[in-house]
Every structure is written in structure tokens, then in C-alpha cells.
């Protein structure tokens, strides 16, 4: 699991008022030092103090309830802790008193904490109960005051029950253009001059000026593209500009087609088709052009068969490489670098450092591997960081990934070096917080999600939130996705 930072406030020190057997110490220890762990923000310490049986019971009332019981450690970080430290601030645990009677612990103490959404503070006592055995607990049992909890947590808040995380102090200012007239605008780049070239469905790319001003760029029908649903439908994905800097490639992850395009002249060629859809493309300066393949995904039902892949688990992913040729020639060698993926997307190339990256969307997590542009080599393949449903990731000058969460409906920032990740854009909304607690759910349980996409889930965005347009160190964000509009965002200043 991520490990989460923040600061707690400091653990009173507790002293029982009732004598205790010498038995006994060992078993308070115990939970006593579960106590100091959590409030230290030691989330390693804390969850390995559980049995891999634990059964953890929030009180009857409490809306954290909803998943009782949290059975394992990982329910217990995962579907309670992280949600609890995502939706208050200034959390402190003081347990005053503390009575034994052998296995069985009971602490009394009080909460208090700050609900994010509107500030207001939290003081409620609590009596938790614990079982320790062998130096593990094995259940915990939660009675507090859930009538001024839920009280607190159902205040409205000032942005009309829209509240805005500004773990990095992004903020939403603009939707581009403002008449809402792109379609499926996955991703896109900048160019030197200011222009956003983006993903369009209808047309292959359009530009975009400052001023919302949108016109088709590129013949892309005269390279084969042909979108004319529901018998062909195309679906130009990966958008991603060459180390030249003039020209950009475009991968259609419904057709399988890789498209260069020279953004001063507007030529487009097809330079690769592959036989099943084709995510994310790159090209490093040796001329090699990387790619992903999220699914086998092909023909009429290429779009079904791609969304059915966050359901069926394949496992049919893959990542190629197209060897260096001269422009406009076709690639001769096409070679298989890695495979068994589940569901590939975004790509990354860091050559100052000598690293590729792939973001494993239904896996969570995105791959690093150890990369010599010369020869083409991988090696030395490993999880990076662990985040929730990867999709596009962008390389900024400093090496960090940005990435895209289209479930988490979030923007990320990943250090790849330690694995470290922050949020610093989610527009979040309690009837999302609902629905990701039903996606994490059937995830555990193997049941189906597709079903739950819908407005839902990426509300009060345009669209499904799919990658990141970066421009200058100071300027602009945009961020991309399967609705109608880009949605700007300003940087912390």
C-alpha cells in the first residue's frame, strides 16, 4: 500500500485507573503501541501489529461502517485508514484509560479531528475494544458518538457539496474551448508556439488557440483514417510529440494505426498498423518508436472488447518497439519487449536517466525498466509506484510522472526514484467517494465494474479523466479525457 503522509497530533500519554496483572502488560503493550504508531504516521508499524484474520468492526452508525467488517490488514488500511485520512485533517487518537481482562483490551479515550470539506472540528469520545493474541490483534470494535459524527460530515460545504483536494494547490479554471465542442479528446500536447494539439475523434487532431478557437490539423483522411461509426469507428488515444520537437505521433487504440504528423507542415503519414489497438506511442532519439498495447482489442467490437478488459483480466497487454528507420519508411522490425500486462497505457521515456515507464492501469501500478536507447534494451523491470488506475503519464523536466487517474478521477504526481506519489488536483464529491468504495469492493471480490462508469465517477469534470497536457514550468495544466472539453488549471503560486 502507498504510504501515506501526514501529521497527527501528538499522542497524550495514558495512564490506567485500574491495576492490572502482570500478565496483562504484555498485552496492553500491544495496543498501546498501535496507538503511538498511528499517531506517528507509521502505517507499517500500525498494520503489522494486525493478524492476517483481523476483523475490524467501525460502530453501528458510523458511515465509515459501510464496509463491516474490514477483514485483513489491507481492508483495514485500504478501505477504512485511507479514507479516513483522506476526509479529515488533524486527526488525534488519545486513549486516557485503558482496562485488561486477559486477551481483551478496552481503551477510552476521545477524537478529534477536522471533517476537510468544511473545516469543522470533531470532539467525541470513543471506547474501542481490542483482542490481542500471540502478540497480534486479531478484532477490534469501535463505540463512539456516530450521531455528532455524521452531523459533522453532513454540513454542507461552501462549494455546494463539491469539495476540491488542494494537496498542491491546482485549481480548475476554464474549460477549453468553452462552447464544448471536441470529441473524445484523450490527449494532446503543446507546441512551441502555444498551440494544443488534441486527440479528436471525428477528425484525428484538432488545434486549439489560447482563445478556444478549434480547426481540424492534419489530412488525416488522405493517411486512412476513417471514422464512421458504428461499422468503423477510430480512436485516436496516445498523443505525443518526438524529441525534434516538430513532429507528433498519434496512436489510435481502436485501429491499431501509429500516425506521424509534421506540425508545420500538417503532413500525416501511417507509419505503423498493428494488428489490435495501439494505446500510447513515443519515439526515443535513436528514431525507435515504443508502444503499448493495452488489450486485444480489433474490427467492429474493438471499443467493446477494450472496456470489457477492466472486467475479463486478460492479461494481454504488451509493449513493443519499432526499430529506427528513415521517414516515412516502413518499420521492418517489430519486437515484443514485454507482455502479460494488464491493461498497458501510458508511456514514458526518460533518456537523461535512462528509464522507460508504462503505466498498468487495471494492475495499479506503473512499470520502470532500465532502458538503452542505442540497443533498445529493457532490463531490471519494476514496480514503481502503486496508484490507483494509471492512464496517460507525462515526463516533467525534473523527472517526476504526472499522471492521469481516471477512476480516482484525480491528477497525480509520482517521484519514480522512491515511489512517493501526491495528489494534486481531485474534484471530489461524495457520490464519488461512494462509488469508489463500490469499485474497491468488487475489486476485492472479482465482480464486474464496468457498469459503474458513468457521470458519476468523473462529475463535475466533462469527461472521464484519461492524461495531462504540461506546458511551461509556470504556465497552465490541462487535462484530458473521454468528454467534450480540456479543464484548465492553474499552478500553486
Known amino acids: 500500500m502507498t504510504r501515506i503522509c501526514l501529521a497527527f497530533a501528538a499522542l497524550v500519554s495514558s495512564v490506567s485507573a485500574h491495576p492490572e496483572p502482570e500478565n496483562a502488560s504484555q498485552t496492553r503493550a500491544v495496543v498501546e503501541t498501535a496507538y503511538a504508531a498511528f499517531a506517528l ?6 498494520a503489522g501489529l494486525m493478524a492476517p484474520e483481523i476483523v475490524w468492526e467501525e460502530a453501528e452508525g458510523n458511515p465509515y461502517a459501510d464496509l463491516n467488517p474490514y477483514i485483513g490488514p489491507e481492508a483495514v488500511m485500504s478501505g477504512l485508514m485511507s479514507r479516513l485520512l483522506d476526509d479529515w485533517a488533524g486527526i488525534s487518537v488519545t486513549p486516557r484509560e485503558f482496562v485488561v481482562e486477559g486477551d481483551r483490551v478496552v481503551a477510552f479515550g476521545r477524537y478529534t479531528q477536522a471533517w476537510k470539506a468544511t473545516g469543522k472540528m470533531l470532539d467525541i469520545p470513543f471506547v474501542h475494544s481490542w483482542t490481542v493474541q500471540d502478540g497480534k490483534i486479531v478484532a477490534f470494535r469501535q463505540y463512539t458518538d456516530t450521531a455528532a459524527l455524521v452531523a459533522t460530515m453532513n454540513e454542507p460545504s461552501p462549494a455546494g457539496g463539491v469539495r476540491q483536494s488542494h494537496v498542491g494547490g ?9 462552447n464544448r465542442s471536441l470529441v473524445r479528446p484523450e490527449d494532446g500536447v503543446m507546441l512551441a508556439d502555444g498551440t494544443l494539439l488534441v486527440a ?53 487504440v481502436l485501429t491499431g494505426a501509429i500516425y506521424r504528423v509534421n506540425s508545420r507542415t500538417e503532413q500525416v503519414v501511417r507509419i505503423h498498423q498493428h494488428e489490435f489497438g495501439v494505446n500510447s506511442a513515443r519515439r526515443d532519439r535513436s528514431g525507435a518508436v515504443w508502444f503499448t498495447q493495452s488489450t486485444e482489442n480489433n474490427g467492429p467490437d474493438s471499443e467493446a472488447r477494450m472496456f470489457a478488459a477492466v472486467d475479463t483480466k486478460p492479461m494481454d497487454g504488451a509493449l513493443f518497439r519499432l526499430s529506427p528507420t528513415n521517414d516515412h519508411e516502413p518499420y521492418p522490425e517489430l519486437q515484443r519487449k514485454d507482455q502479460g500486462l494488464d491493461f498497458a497505457n501510458g508511456l514514458a521515456i526518460d533518456e537523461e536517466r535512462g528509464y522507460l515507464y508504462v ?18 534494451k529493457l532490463s531490471n523491470r519494476r514496480v514503481i509506484a502503486r496508484v490507483p488506475t494509471p492512464d496517460n503519464i507525462e515526463l516533467d523536466a525534473a523527472g517526476r510522472l504526472w499522471v492521469a487517474s481516471p477512476i480516482g478521477n484525480a491528477l497525480l504526481i509520482v517521484e519514480p526514484e522512491t515511489g512517493e506519489w501526491s495528489t494534486v488536483f481531485h474534484p471530489r464529491t461524495r457520490a464519488h467517494d461512494r462509488l469508489m468504495l463500490e469499485w474497491r469492493r468488487r475489486t476485492e471480490g472479482g465482480e464486474p465494474r464496468l457498469e459503474l462508469f458513468g457521470p458519476e465517477m468523473w462529475a463535475p469534470l466533462p469527461g472521464l479523466l484519461t492524461g495531462v497536457i504540461l506546458t511551461s514550468d509556470d504556465g497552465p495544466v490541462y487535462l484530458t479525457g473521454l468528454g467534450n472539453a480540456l479543464v484548465q488549471l492553474t499552478r500553486p503560486r
Request: hydrophobic residues 45%; aromatic residues 6%.
Open 41 to 46: 504516521g507509521d502505517t507499517e508499524t500500525f
Open 359 to 376: 503505466a498498468e492501469t487495471m494492475a495499479d501500478r506503473i512499470l520502470g525498466y532500465r532502458l538503452s536507447v542505442l540497443t533498445g
Open 170 to 178: 491546482f485549481e480548475q479554471v476554464a474549460l477549453l474551448p468553452a
Open 200 to 252: 479528436d475523434q471525428v477528425h484525428g487532431l484538432v488545434a486549439l488557440g489560447l482563445d478556444g478557437a478549434k480547426r481540424a490539423f492534419g489530412d488525416f483522411e488522405a493517411a486512412g483514417y476513417v471514422h464512421e461509426p458504428p461499422d468503423r469507428s477510430a480512436g485516436p488515444n496516445g498523443v505525443a510529440l518526438e524529441p525534434d520537437g516538430v513532429h507528433v505521433l498519434v496512436a489510435d
